[in-house]
């Protein structure tokens, strides 16, 4: 999973449908890894398809991986990046989802639940921007 920031400084979010009735949610980009793939390949290329955007320099956020829901075929595993310097270079891959820019301040508010409009559900994507922001 990438947590992603601009040049500006500025987070990207992922607005998205998921869950059929459910509703759109904000999220950050992630899936998983493709054979082949490291961690890392496999966020810079869902921060791509995601999002649109791109990024030169990388931190691992978390090293070992976390794990949720270890009864996953995958095994659950989640491995947390920060995309530094993010600039966007295409469209994201499916229309339906749309790039949200929020501040450090926003983002601060998002994960306290005291953000007024924009609401993150999804617990993995949670904790990223938890990892991310703690980041020093």
């Keep these: ?23 759109r949610f904000m999220t950050i980009p992630g899936g998983g890894v493709k054979r082949g793939e490291s961690e890392f390949q496999a966020a810079q290329r869902e921060l ?19 794990i949720d829901f270890a009864d996953k075929t995958d095994g659950g ?17 499916e229309s339906e989802r749309s790039v949200v820019l929020v501040t450090r301040d926003e983002l601060e508010a998002i994960v306290k639940f005291k953000h007024p409009t924009i609401k993150i559900v999804i ?5 990223g921007i938890f990892l991310a922001l703690n980041y020093r």
Aim: no cysteine; glycine share 10%; charged share 20%.
């Design 77 to 93: 595993g989640h491995s947390f990046f920060l995309a530094h310097g993010a600039e966007k270079a295409r469209e994201p891959k």
């Design 48 to 66: 791509l398809e995601e999002i649109g955007y791109e990024a030169k320099s990388w931190t691992l956020l978390n090293p070992p991986e976390i």
């Design 1 to 23: 999973m990438a947590v992603a920031m601009t040049t500006g400084g500025k987070f990207l979010l992922l607005e998205e449908p998921k869950y059929g009735q459910m509703g």
């Design 123 to 127: 617990a993995m994507s949670l904790v």
